[in-house]
C-alpha cells in the first residue's frame, strides 16, 4: 500500500490540473456554438499563434466524439475502467515504479473526464486546439484529462515491454582441460 502513494499523488495533481484549467475555460472562453468552429473574437484565446489555441467545445462522447450517441453507458463504462485501474495499482504486488506513474495519469485524466460528464450534462469540457489543418479538418479538441491518459498509457505499454522476461543467452560448454 505504501508504493501506492505515488499513484495517489499523481492521479491527484493530474485531476487538479485538469479542473482548474476547465474551470478556467468555462469562465473565459465562450463556448462554441454548433458543430463548426468559430475561431475569432471571443471563440479563440491564440496561445502560440498559427499553432496552438484555446477555444470551449463540449464533447459528449469519447476520443473523437466515438459513441456520443451513449453518453450515460459510455460514463458508466468509464467508471468501470478506473475503478479497474485503481485496483490494479492498490493491489498488484509487480507494479513497478513507471507502472505506478502511468496508472496514476490514467486514473487522474479518466476521473478528471467523468467528473465533467457528472457536472456537465454526460459532456466532457474540452479546450486545446491545434491550429494545423489536415485535408482542411482540425484536429479534434482535447483537455489535460485527455492528455495524461494518452502519456499514461504510452508509458504503461513501455513498462509492459521491459517487464518481458528476456531469454538467457545459451551457456557454451567448454571442453575438459586436458590434463597431462
Given at each position: 500500500?505504501?508504493?501506492?502513494?505515488?499513484?495517489?499523488?499523481?492521479?491527484?495533481?493530474?485531476?487538479?490540473?485538469d479542473?482548474?484549467?476547465?474551470?478556467?475555460?468555462?469562465?473565459?472562453?465562450?463556448?462554441?456554438?454548433?458543430?463548426?468552429?468559430?475561431?475569432?473574437?471571443?471563440?479563440?484565446?491564440?496561445?502560440?499563434?498559427?499553432?496552438?489555441?484555446?477555444?470551449?467545445?463540449?464533447?459528449?462522447?469519447a476520443?473523437?466524439?466515438?459513441?456520443?450517441?451513449?453518453?450515460?453507458?459510455?460514463?458508466?463504462?468509464?467508471?468501470?475502467?478506473?475503478?479497474?485501474?485503481?485496483?490494479?495499482?492498490?493491489f498488484?504486488?509487480e507494479?513497478?515504479?513507471?507502472?505506478?506513474?502511468?496508472?496514476?495519469?490514467?486514473?487522474?485524466?479518466?476521473?478528471?473526464?467523468i467528473?465533467?460528464?457528472?457536472?456537465?450534462?454526460f459532456?466532457?469540457?474540452?479546450?486545446?486546439?491545434?491550429?494545423?489543418?489536415?485535408?482542411?479538418?482540425y484536429w479534434p479538441?482535447?483537455?489535460?484529462?485527455?492528455?495524461?491518459?494518452?502519456?499514461?498509457?504510452g508509458?504503461?505499454?513501455?513498462?509492459?515491454?521491459?517487464?518481458?522476461p528476456?531469454?538467457?543467452?545459451?551457456?557454451?560448454?567448454?571442453p575438459?582441460?586436458?590434463?597431462?
Open positions: 500500500m505504501r508504493k501506492s502513494i505515488g499513484f495517489f499523488v499523481i492521479a491527484m495533481v493530474v485531476f487538479a490540473l479542473q482548474i484549467t476547465k474551470h478556467w475555460v468555462l469562465n473565459n472562453i465562450t463556448v462554441q456554438p454548433g458543430a463548426g468552429l468559430y475561431l475569432e473574437g471571443d471563440y479563440l484565446r491564440p496561445i502560440i499563434p498559427h499553432l496552438l489555441g484555446f477555444i470551449h467545445t463540449r464533447n459528449d462522447g476520443a473523437f466524439s466515438l459513441f456520443n450517441t451513449y453518453p450515460v453507458v459510455l460514463t458508466a463504462v468509464a467508471g468501470v475502467l478506473a475503478l479497474g485501474v485503481l485496483a490494479w495499482a492498490i498488484s504486488p507494479n513497478t515504479r513507471l507502472t505506478r506513474i502511468a496508472l496514476g495519469l490514467i486514473f487522474g485524466g479518466a476521473v478528471g473526464n467528473a465533467d460528464r457528472f457536472l456537465h450534462d459532456q466532457v469540457v474540452d479546450f486545446i486546439l491545434v491550429l494545423i489543418t489536415v485535408n482542411g479538418r479538441t482535447f483537455n489535460v484529462a485527455d492528455i495524461a491518459i494518452c502519456v499514461g498509457i508509458l504503461f505499454l513501455i513498462a509492459a515491454y521491459w517487464a518481458i528476456k531469454p538467457e543467452p545459451p551457456i557454451e560448454e567448454t575438459p582441460a586436458e590434463s597431462e
